[in-house]
């Protein structure tokens, strides 16, 4: 593995099941973000966590969850997916956040459609 | 609020000269960054600002003006393959990046 992988590539789902995302990095990185892009819009920062144990929520998180129980690993889980949430999903990773010099690198996204 | 503006959309020659404007009001400033991504693809770092000034880089230079709440991407000799969307985003008080929608730049022979 070099950098950050995510899996699936491409998923549809049913509206109201459940689905994790998956989010693996290799470069020993403190931080990591979820994001979705959405047509038009800019990417907005669903999670985050500045270090493994830790969480934080960004601009748009309902409807999402996370955890970080290592530093390598960063899932994100639908609880129950809606419409909405159809979207591109992608994962980054940076060294330190807080740092102004950070430098985020991101996986190559996941593309959701919720029927 | 905060609020990244870009142009949507923008179109130039191979070989030729342009520049991507990018203007900000934002919750703190800690530094400007620039993005290009390329369909279907992730977003790549291209370029990082702080300070007032341009920051020359092979055929790409980005420059930033804090007063003025400002950013520009400067693209020279195109070619093809720069064919992208190229997101700018800024650093915030909270150390959080707050993206514009990005810049479409379609690049003709």
């Known amino acids: 593995i070099a950098g950050i992988t995510q899996a699936p590539t491409s998923q549809i789902l049913a509206a109201g099941r459940r689905m994790t995302l998956r989010c693996t990095q290799d470069?020993?990185?403190?931080?990591m973000y979820w994001y979705r892009q959405d047509l038009g819009l800019g990417l907005r920062l669903i999670h985050y966590?500045?270090?493994?144990?830790?969480?934080g929520k960004g601009e748009v998180p309902d409807g999402y969850s996370v955890s970080r129980a290592n530093t390598d690993d960063f899932p994100l889980t639908l609880a129950s997916a809606v419409p909405s949430q159809t979207s591109v999903y992608f994962c980054?990773?940076?060294?330190?956040?807080?740092?102004?010099?950070?430098?985020?690198?991101f996986g190559p996204g996941t593309r959701l459609t919720v029927l | 609020g905060q609020n990244i503006d870009q142009p949507t959309e923008m179109t130039a020659t191979e070989g030729a000269i342009v520049q991507i404007n990018c203007t900000y009001q934002?919750?703190?400033?800690?530094?400007l960054f620039w993005y290009q991504q390329h369909a279907g693809e992730a977003p790549t770092f291209l370029s990082y600002?702080?300070l007032d000034g341009l920051e020359e880089k092979g055929r790409f230079s980005s420059f930033l003006s804090r007063s003025k709440g400002y950013s520009y991407l400067l693209l020279k000799e195109l070619q093809m393959k720069d064919s992208a969307s190229y997101l700018c985003a800024v650093l915030d008080s909270n150390y959080q990046l707050i993206w514009g929608a990005g810049t479409k730049l379609i690049i003709k022979p």
């Open positions: 934002t919750s703190g400033f800690n530094g």
């Open positions: 966590s500045n270090t493994a144990g830790t969480t």
């Open positions: 470069m020993r990185h403190n931080a």
């Open positions: 980054a990773s940076s060294d330190s956040q807080g740092a102004s010099t950070d430098t985020q690198y």
């Open positions: 600002n702080v």
